[in-house]
């Protein structure tokens, strides 16, 4: 069993270690959920991933303004 420096320096090393797998893997995630956000509402600027979720958006946040063309063809 490890005891006094031996400890410490090995508490150390895996808090260093846990703390770049930590800091890579968010870095990761926050990339690939803003690469998913590809469609932009005109009106707000809201992103969504699909167009199904951006028609649904624009019929309930912007029931008066005039759907995009791109949306008309869309099964909601």
């Given at each position: 069993?490890?005891?006094?420096?031996?400890?410490k320096?090995?508490?150390?090393?895996?808090?260093?270690?846990?703390?770049?797998?930590?800091?890579?893997?968010?870095?990761?995630?926050?990339?690939?959920?803003?690469?998913?956000?590809?469609?932009?509402?005109?009106?707000?600027?809201?992103?969504?991933?699909?167009?199904?979720?951006?028609?649904?958006?624009?019929?309930s946040?912007?029931?008066?303004?005039?759907?995009?063309?791109?949306?008309?063809?869309?099964?909601?």
């Amino acid at each position: 069993m490890a005891r006094g420096q031996q400890k410490k320096q090995s508490q150390q090393k895996n808090a260093k270690k846990a703390a770049e797998k930590k800091k890579s893997q968010g870095a990761d995630q926050k990339t690939a959920a803003k690469a998913a956000l590809v469609h932009s509402c005109p009106v707000c600027l809201t992103q969504m991933p699909d167009p199904k979720t951006f028609k649904q958006h624009f019929e309930s946040k912007h029931p008066k303004s005039p759907m995009p063309p791109e949306l008309e063809d869309v099964q909601a």
